[in-house]
């Protein structure tokens, strides 16, 4: 099969495709390299699938790149690419999440629907909720993002099932509760809280630590994707979590204890446009995509660690 991985040099879309070629698949990734966090890093993902004859990368923007050809023959688009991060999504570079999440998505579809592409994968976000009383998260649960980067991606979604709807393109949503593990961005907490450990630099906290987040291994991200793109019913959306509720002075705790420093906490302001709780509701996923989280927070917690340890 040939699969277009979008934002390949991301975190989780490095991974992916890694799965994919491991598999026997033929993939073409795609990255524009957004200057979010630094082009060396995402290089450094896409090392080893680069390695790989099976794999072909493109850069560029899905907004400029000629798509046609690029998505001939595709049996599946899983696309990963955004402009990630809820904090720097207001002001100014709001204008960066609505060409990269929503432009960007709308071409690729008609690129796809044209293309005659077997499925469409969206990565989706729980910041699609916002701030919801009743938890767990269910999918039929009320959406009203709380940050503009939930907004783009929640327009995105609508726009991947109207061309579902519409037209026919099989398409599926994934709605990923906060990844973390290996190459996990450099702008996520986990990344943030370790990489102060290692350097014995206090660690930031935003509000109170008693926000809570379901935590999801990167692992069981791509095998929920991949699950996605065979079994995954056209027109659903999934939810994918890793199924603990944890509040952040709870990971605080578990990092202390995996790493066996003392780490010092600072408390910050809270963000806007942080959720208050996520957790997801997981059943349609595990009757659908056969999905399982197998990889707990601590294990997690301590991969990531290592990985850490031996960045610069
Ligand atoms: P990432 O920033 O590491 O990867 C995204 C990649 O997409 C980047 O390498 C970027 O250069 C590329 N990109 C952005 N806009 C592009 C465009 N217009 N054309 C081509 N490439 C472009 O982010 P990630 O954490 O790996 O997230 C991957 C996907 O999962 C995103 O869609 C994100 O919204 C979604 N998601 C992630 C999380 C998480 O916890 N990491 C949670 C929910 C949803």
Redesign the pocket.
């Known amino acids: 099969m040939k699969a277009v991985v979008?934002?390949?040099?991301?975190?989780?879309?490095?991974h992916l495709a890694e799965r994919l070629l491991a598999e026997g698949h033929e993939v073409v990734g795609?990255?524009?390299?957004?200057d979010?966090?630094p082009r060396a890093i995402?290089e450094d993902?896409l090392r080893t699938a680069r390695g790989q004859a099976r794999f072909r990368f493109v850069e560029?923007?899905?907004?400029d790149?000629p798509l046609d050809g690029l998505l001939e023959g595709a049996g599946v688009v899983f696309?990963?690419?955004?402009?990630?991060?809820v904090r720097a999504s207001w002001g100014r570079d709001f204008a960066a999440y609505t060409?990269?999440?929503v432009l960007?998505t709308q071409r690729l579809l008609e690129a796809a629907l044209t293309a005659g592409v077997g499925r469409v994968v969206?990565?989706?976000?729980?910041?699609v909720y916002g701030d919801v009383r009743a938890l767990p998260l269910r999918e039929d649960s009320p959406c009203r993002p709380v940050s503009p980067?939930g907004v783009t991606?929640l327009a995105a979604e609508h726009l991947v099932h109207l061309y579902g709807r519409n037209h026919g393109l099989p398409v599926v949503s994934l709605?990923?509760?906060?990844?973390?593990g290996p190459?996990?961005?450099p702008d996520?907490a986990f990344h943030r809280f370790l990489k102060a450990a290692r350097d014995g630099a206090a660690l930031r906290i935003f509000g109170d630590g008693e926000q809570t987040r379901d935590f999801?291994y990167v692992a069981d991200?791509v095998e929920a994707t991949r699950a996605a793109a065979d079994s995954g019913r056209p027109g659903c959306v999934y939810n994918v979590g890793g199924g603990e509720r944890v509040s952040v002075n709870d990971v605080v705790r578990r990092i202390r204890q995996i790493t066996g420093r003392p780490v010092e906490v600072v408390r910050e302001e809270a963000q806007k446009g942080d959720m208050r709780d996520t957790f997801a509701d997981t059943t349609a996923a595990q009757r659908d995509l056969g999905f399982r989280s197998t990889v707990g927070l601590d294990d997690g917690l301590a991969l990531e660690w290592e990985w850490v340890r031996g960045l610069a």
């Open positions: 979008t934002g390949v040099a991301g975190f989780i879309g490095s795609v990255d524009a390299f957004v979010y966090y995402k993902n560029g923007a899905l907004q790149l696309h990963l690419a955004a402009q990630a991060g060409s990269h999440n960007a969206y990565a989706s976000s729980s910041s980067y991606k709605r990923y509760f906060t990844a973390y190459r996990q961005r996520m999801t991200v």
